[in-house]
């Protein structure tokens, strides 16, 4: 079997006719800095060019670093990964532990890479920048307080979506509103919640928000009834402004079969869309004998028509 598997591998029909690779995109491997786990892919369109992150669990806790992807007849393949990565835990302050959910954008030709940064203290929402999207410089303060970013430019300004804790005793979703991109304005109420009932009753989480081709935003989330960060669903919802969503009634994925790579968690949905396709990374998590979270990269994919019919 190869290591990193194409979207053309073996695939299972999931929920609403989503198309799931059963095989994972990317797994964990021995030697590198994602020797223990890969926790999440952000991938994403920036002027025509794809860029493309994951997060890699090791013993220094987890990094971000760069992934080259190949798309050719309609599937998408990896390329390479790097060899060290770009970020990694400080060892000290609000990112001494964890850095990871990377979420990219460009303002003003400058690449803006947000991310989860976990240490001591609050978890909070960090900032790296670069002028060529290789470089990264970090930001020793944290923006706010907070986790797993993810950034939108609508009309001029950045929103950046996040999620903090609800009453229920799992996530809501946010959003902050920048100008620059530094200085953010935080909304004072959540933009997307947990339900209280059914499938995403208790937390909702690590957005990703991808727009259509008439402007209408899509926001790919995790939710669970029962457990506040080990998601076993990923839902959509459909907006216009960005603040205000209409979520589908049902979950677009839920967790593989038993044994599956993917079988026990659900996290960072990161959409694409692609030639009419929307493209669906996603960390899979799978509970291995001694009771480890073991977590993978998954790819599904559906068309973006029945996406969009799921709302209109």
Not at 66 to 84: H, K, N
Request: hydrophobic share 40%; with cysteine.
């Amino acid at each position: 079997m190869p290591e990193h598997p194409s979207a053309a591998g073996q695939r299972g029909l999931s929920a609403m006719g989503v198309s799931r690779n059963t095989r994972p995109f990317v797994r964990r491997k021995d030697g590198t800095w994602y020797s223990d786990g890969v926790t999440g892919m952000d991938a994403a369109m920036i002027e025509g060019r794809i860029f493309a992150h994951i997060c890699g669990l090791s013993p220094i806790g987890e990094a971000i670093g760069r992934i080259e992807l190949v798309y050719r007849d309609g599937e998408f393949s990896v390329q390479s990964i790097a060899e060290e990565p770009i970020l990694c835990p400080t060892g000290c302050g609000f990112d001494a532990l964890h850095v990871c959910d990377p979420a990219l954008i460009c303002i003003n030709s400058r690449y803006h890479l947000y991310y989860s940064g976990l240490g001591y203290g609050q978890d909070s929402i960090g900032l790296a920048f670069s002028e060529d999207g290789r470089t990264f410089t970090r930001i020793p303060e944290p923006l706010f307080a907070g986790r797993a970013p993810c950034a939108v430019l609508r009309d001029g300004k950045l929103y950046l979506y996040y999620v903090m804790d609800n009453l229920l005793g799992g996530y809501d979703i946010h959003l902050a509103v920048s100008e620059d991109g530094y200085s953010f304005r935080p909304l004072p109420d959540a933009v997307l919640t947990a339900s209280g009932t059914g499938w995403d009753a208790k937390s909702v989480s690590t957005p990703r928000i991808m727009e259509g081709p008439d402007g209408t935003l899509y926001c790919f989330y995790c939710a669970d009834a029962e457990e506040k960060d080990i998601p076993r669903s990923i839902g959509v919802a459909a907006g216009r402004d960005g603040i205000h969503w209409t979520k589908a009634a049902s979950p677009l994925l839920t967790v593989g079969a038993a044994g599956s790579f993917d079988d026990s968690a659900l996290w960072l949905p990161s959409p694409l869309l692609l030639d009419g396709r929307v493209f669906l990374w996603y960390e899979g998590g799978h509970l291995d004998g001694t009771g480890a979270m073991i977590s993978s990269i998954g790819l599904a994919e559906l068309p973006f028509s029945e996406l969009k019919g799921l709302f209109y």
